[in-house]
């Protein structure tokens, strides 16, 4: 019957229909595929109906996208990312070797993830690092002079170590700065973005991380914000000079100066500042994800990210696991109910606008006069600020797929000392944050009287910790050694009161002592108690008892939500660390915090004894030295040293700066020695001109000085923040050149006589001498070979590459074959090397034919040969800081009698906060007292006791005190695992837009790179030297 064409029809119409349904789908839902979005876009910018047919799923979502998504608040089209800076600003405070290598090592990674800021990113960010150092300088005993430290001694010798990894070559661009607040060493990194170390000087303004944030927003929101927006304002540059690079009559912007100029295109919620530690390890996909949170949603006034605490140790197990329970639970939980109270910062990303509105930065400088400021602004500076943020309406996110690496305290001391100040902080933070709870909620949609009643409960579960543990000993006590309730709560109740009396009545350092000696009993007393609990289920065959369920509920939850952190699944092995260690971190460090909350002092990293410093520094070799059965001590101080360097002198010519400079830096110490042997030559001013590194260094200094004009300014006031713009400043010009067509050698040659004069701080030329090191003829080799290689990279030019490398080797082998390897040339024979490097390569590129690369290999040369730059600070910038430090910055000199008050203020504070703890923890430990005295047939809650099979075996006489407390705990951790399950998704939706959209890491295409190199940005703005003049 269905061969027949009259029943065929139907079917061949039906089937028709649903291919010109399916084409007509199709054609209307064809631009859903070519639309451009942007990553974790908003549900309700994507979707006509918030709803779906569930039924029908995928045609829904089709047929529900929006044709064409409306235009974001900053941004001309949506189809593009809005362009942003970010400041990375580190603050560094006696960090080590090895954790400074961390932090610079990310900062070189995001420079290579960047690329030439001259070209388009996908991303669409700019950014600066900045690095500021306290405590960076110290005075020298013996002649007073005011140097840098050892610290900073070891960051310049990072830097150079981690530019030699990068581009296997010394820094090229170094300049040295004088500033208000100490000095400031500037770098390029290799593909040209600006690295900043300011180096505070704590005797010029106030030291400690907090005042080291103010410095910085100030200075990049407010002074930076400020120029970029009045280009008018910006400090006039010499074109002739090093300010603008002229090179065959073009000129070039710095990057310093490039970077200020895209910042006038950029609005200050677009501009993010990455408040970082000085050990701080992170790499660009991490700060990518934090910059789309606060892109993308306009209330989001900070970010961060993941935190893992590195290092060896048990104190370090046990804070891996801390760490993972508080960002997979706990934070999550703030992030998806309210916001998150404490964005830390050693990882944070801040908007700009947010920063600078009203009641944050201005109330953030706020000087502590008072006990309680003091526990609350100076002891969690990052947890106050966030609180300032929430309490003004912006909201605080969490980014799990952000992780970042930071150094924890690997001894016990130091972990105390560091909890010593968070404990008290973030409970005077969390209550100013409760007290204003009604006006917070007003003020701020993320934050409503549900978070913030959730916020009391964990703070009420955080008072009652010691009170819980105490009762947890007990019932451990109880179930161990088969005493009775009563009995078993007052034996666990006497080490937490011996511990306070130890407190109140012994240093710190013994309290801590103690508090090792006690935590490492109770984790003894906690492994007992869990095997025994453990072997118990397993005797009665339940585990359906309140600790049993309790116990198998918490193991289950933390497995499951390790499961869901796949890359972070192994922390679970720290669990068991965690949980015996649960009296030290629960009781004994609560007891200490509270009794200690009078110790305003930052407890770790803390400054080493002038006098040890300088005695290790007087020391040039230090061995010991074993030989057979002999052991020998080899040490060689300053003063030997120079007995030796006479001779050394006299046979190695007058071209070892090396040696010279130790003779020169010596000079006092030998003089002020009575011993005859050890005496040095004194070395007078008229052989210091003669003598070769000094007269090196002040030609490489007069070369490299690069002075901006000098104005006379009148009647100039400059606001600190960008929001006072309608400050007058009127500049006249008393620079005067001679004729347009004068030669450049002409100029320079009078203005080196100029220069010369201008005197410049002790620390300048011992941290110029360390740069100038590259000038060595051993380094120069080097840097010269890495150079050519590192600018013509492209495999194209593998060839010509080669050959430059080594015919100019050659010539420069030839030209330096009577240097030593130490050697430092001076100016007249690097101008004379240079022609000749100069001539050669240009002669090798003709017969390569490959002239269009002469420009850069020419500037290659330049590079590898500049020498280091010491330049004056701009007079309006000079002002603007000389300003800010009087307004905010000066360094505090309390009186005594204000030492005293804020002494007694502390201990009332101390005392106050002890005794509410107490009393709140003896309540709850006597109310469950007297309910054991009573006796479990009088007061309890009866539960049935259920066997493996089911039946009905007995029942579990329990307090209700206890169970009350037990299901709130419970009930907490349920809570925050649901927040998490929901924060995961979240989560995985971001990671997945981002890998879809990751950078394609491609060798940079160098063959057709710009022949012209005047600089051609995003923004289209020619620019020649008329633009500098006023």
Not at 37 to 58: C, K, P
Not at 217 to 224: A, P, S
Not at 595 to 623: A, F, P, Q, Y
Not at 912 to 930: G, R, S
């Amino acid at each position: 019957m269905l061969n027949s064409h009259y029943f065929q029809w139907p079917f061949v119409m039906l089937a028709l229909e649903g291919v010109c349904m399916w084409a007509g789908f199709v054609t209307c839902t064809y631009y859903v595929w070519k639309i451009k979005v942007q990553r974790i876009e908003r549900t309700s910018q994507l979707f006509v109906r918030r709803l779906y047919e569930s039924a029908f799923i995928d045609l829904s979502l089709l047929l529900n996208t929006k044709m064409k998504l409306p235009k974001a608040q900053t941004n001309e089209s949506q189809d593009e990312l809005q362009s942003v800076v970010i400041y990375l600003c580190a603050t560094m405070w006696h960090e080590t070797y090895d954790e400074m290598l961390k932090i610079l090592t990310s900062m070189f990674r995001l420079d290579r993830y960047r690329g030439d800021p001259k070209e388009e990113h996908k991303d669409s960010f700019d950014f600066e690092c900045h690095i500021l150092v306290d405590d960076a300088f110290m005075t020298e005993k013996e002649t007073q002079k005011r140097l840098v430290n050892e610290y900073v001694e070891d960051l310049i010798h990072v830097v150079t170590e981690v530019y030699r990894v990068f581009t296997n070559k010394e820094p090229d661009d170094v300049s040295i700065i004088e500033t208000p607040y100490g000095g400031r060493l500037m770098f390029v990194l290799p593909e040209g973005n600006m690295l900043y170390v300011h180096l505070k000087d704590k005797q010029l303004i106030r030291n400690k991380k907090r005042w080291s944030q103010i410095m910085y927003m100030y200075y990049l929101l407010g002074w930076k914000g400020y120029i970029s927006k009045n280009p008018q304002k910006m400090p006039r540059m010499d074109t002739s000079r090093e300010s603008l690079i002229s090179m065959d009559g073009e000129i070039f912007l710095l990057p310093q100066f490039d970077n200020d100029n895209k910042r006038r295109f950029i609005s200050d919620d677009n501009t993010y500042i990455l408040a970082l530690d000085g050990d701080t390890d992170f790499h660009p996909k991490a700060v990518v994800l934090l910059v789309d949170r606060l892109r993308m949603y306009y209330n989001v006034g900070a970010a961060c990210g993941r935190i893992h605490p590195t290092g060896m140790g048990p104190m370090v197990w046990y804070q891996k696991f801390e760490y993972a329970v508080g960002h997979w639970l706990q934070k999550t939980a703030e992030h998806v109910f309210g916001s998150v109270l404490c964005s830390p910062g050693c990882f944070s990303l801040f908007r700009g606008s947010a920063l600078m509105d009203d009641n944050v930065l201005k109330k953030y400088t706020t000087t502590a006069t008072r006990g309680a400021e003091y526990v609350q602004y100076d002891q969690g500076e990052d947890r106050w600020l966030c609180t300032l943020l929430l309490q003004q309406g912006w909201r605080v996110e969490y980014n799990a797929a952000s992780d970042a690496y930071t150094n924890s305290p690997q001894e016990f001391k130091e972990f105390y000392n560091q909890r010593r100040r968070w404990g008290p902080s973030t409970l005077a933070n969390t209550l100013d944050l409760l007290h204003s709870g009604s006006e917070t909620v007003k003020r701020n949609q993320s934050i409503s009287r549900i978070y913030i009643f959730y916020q009391m409960f964990t703070v009420g579960s955080s008072i009652l910790g010691p009170a819980s543990v105490t009762l947890m000993i007990a019932g451990a006590i109880q179930f161990i050694f088969k005493m009775d309730g009563a009995i078993s709560i007052i034996v666990s109740c006497v080490p937490p009161v011996f511990y306070i009396i130890i407190c109140f009545a012994t240093k710190a350092n013994t309290q801590i002592t103690i508090a090792a000696i006690m935590s490492v009993l109770y984790a003894f007393l906690m492994t007992a108690s869990f095997f025994s609990i453990i072997g118990d289920m397993v005797v009665q065959g339940t585990f359906l008892t309140p600790t049993g369920v309790f116990l198998v509920s918490m193991a289950i939850m933390y497995v499951v939500t390790a499961i869901l952190h796949p890359q972070e699944c192994g922390l679970i092995i720290y669990g068991l660390m965690y949980f015996i260690c649960i009296p030290s971190g629960y009781l004994l460090l609560i007891i200490y915090s509270l009794v200690n909350m009078n110790n305003v002092s930052w407890g770790t990293r803390e400054s080493k004894e002038e006098g040890e410093e300088k005695k290790s520094k007087s020391i040039v070799c230090d061995k010991d030295c074993r030989l057979c059965c002999w052991d020998m001590k080899i040490q060689i101080t300053n003063e030997a040293e120079n007995a030796m360097l006479q001779q050394i002198v006299g046979l190695a010519g007058q071209k070892s700066p090396l040696l010279q400079l130790t003779n020169r830096e010596t000079q006092p110490q030998a003089a002020s020695n009575p011993e005859p042997q050890a005496k040095p030559e004194t070395i007078t001013k008229k052989d210091e001109v003669k003598n070769p590194p000094a007269d090196i260094n002040k030609k490489a200094a007069s070369k490299d000085l690069n002075f901006s004009t000098i104005h006379d300014h009148k009647d100039e006031e400059r606001s600190i923040t960008s929001h006072s713009s309608d400050s007058s400043n009127s500049s006249d010009a008393s620079h005067s050149s001679d004729s347009s067509d004068q030669d450049d050698d002409d100029f320079m040659n009078g203005d080196l006589e100029d220069m010369e004069d201008i005197p410049v701080k002790d620390w300048v030329e011992p941290v110029k001498t360390e740069f100038l090191k590259k000038l060595t003829y051993f380094n120069m080799k080097r840097n010269l070979q890495a150079q050519i290689r590192y600018t013509l990279r492209h495999k194209n030019q593998d060839d010509v590459c080669e050959d430059l490398v080594l015919m100019l080797t050659d010539t420069l082998n030839i030209k330096l074959s009577k240097a030593k390897p130490e050697d430092i040339l001076e100016q007249a024979e690097l101008d004379e090397l240079q022609h000749e490097l100069t001539n050669q390569a240009r002669h090798i590129l003709k017969n390569n034919k490959m002239m269009k690369l002469e420009k850069r290999v020419k500037r290659a040369i330049e590079k590898t040969l500049s020498a280091p730059q010491v330049q004056r600070l701009d007079e309006s910038e000079k002002d603007f800081w000389d300003k800010l430090i009087e307004r905010y910055l000066t360094p505090i000199s309390d009186s005594k009698e204000h030492k005293e008050r804020v002494s007694k203020e502390l201990r009332s504070l101390r005392n106050k906060a002890v005794f509410l703890y107490f009393i709140i923890n003896v309540l709850w430990v006597v109310a469950t007292f007297f309910l054991q005295l009573i006796g479990n047939d009088i007061i309890s809650i009866r539960i049935p006791k259920y066997s493996p099979d089911g039946n009905i075996t007995g029942e579990l006489k329990v307090e209700p005190l206890s169970l009350m407390f037990l299901f709130s705990f419970a009930i907490l951790l349920l809570v925050q695992f649901i927040a998490m399950l929901y924060h995961r998704v979240y989560t995985l939706i971001h990671v997945v837009s981002y890998r879809g959209t990751e950078k394609n890491y491609k060798e940079r295409d160098l063959e057709d790179e710009e022949e012209d190199p005047a600089i051609e940005n995003q923004y289209a703005i020619s620019i020649s030297s008329e633009d500098f003049q006023l």
